[in-house]
C-alpha cells in the first residue's frame, strides 16, 4: 500500500494566495437513518441528504490579510507531493469561525473554519 501525502495547500482568496499551514477536512454526507414504528425497534433504511464540506484550516498572522471573517467564494487547493497525482480543490469557500493563537515560542496563527460549496479532483 502506498502512502499518499500532500504538497501545498493553498487558499485563494479574490485572486491573492495564502499558504496554508494544516488544513482538517470533514465531509458530511447528509445521510440520515429513517426512523420507523416496527417491531425491531431498528432503523428500516436511510435517506440521501445534502453533502456538506467543512475545513479548518491554519495560517499565520501576516500584514495584509483580509477581513477573515468576510471572505466569500473562495478556493482551497491541495496540490499533490507526486506530479502524476490529481489536485482536490474546494471552491465556493465562505467563513464560519475566525480565531486567532499566539504561543511563546511561536508565531501569531490564525484558525479559520470554512464550508465549502463543491469539491473538485482536477
Do not use: H
Not at 500500500?1 to 458530511?28: H, Q
Not at 490529481?86 to 469561525?97: E, L, M, P, W
Request: glycine residues 10%.
Amino acid at each position: 500500500m502506498t502512502i499518499e501525502y500532500t504538497g501545498a495547500i493553498v487558499l485563494s482568496v479574490d485572486g491573492k494566495d495564502f499558504d496554508v499551514e494544516s488544513c482538517d477536512v470533514t465531509r458530511k454526507t447528509g445521510r440520515k437513518a429513517v426512523k420507523t414504528m416496527n417491531r425491531t425497534g431498528k432503523p428500516k433504511g436511510f435517506a440521501k441528504g445534502v453533502a456538506e464540506f467543512s475545513l479548518k484550516i491554519t495560517l499565520p498572522v501576516t500584514p495584509g490579510d483580509p477581513e477573515w471573517a468576510d471572505v466569500e467564494n473562495a478556493k482551497i487547493t491541495l496540490e499533490p507531493l507526486n506530479t502524476g497525482d490529481k489536485r482536490v480543490s474546494y471552491t465556493g469557500c465562505f467563513t464560519t469561525d475566525v480565531g486567532e493563537k499566539y504561543q511563546v515560542d511561536g508565531e501569531a496563527k490564525r484558525d479559520i473554519t470554512v464550508e465549502a460549496l463543491d469539491r473538485k479532483v482536477e
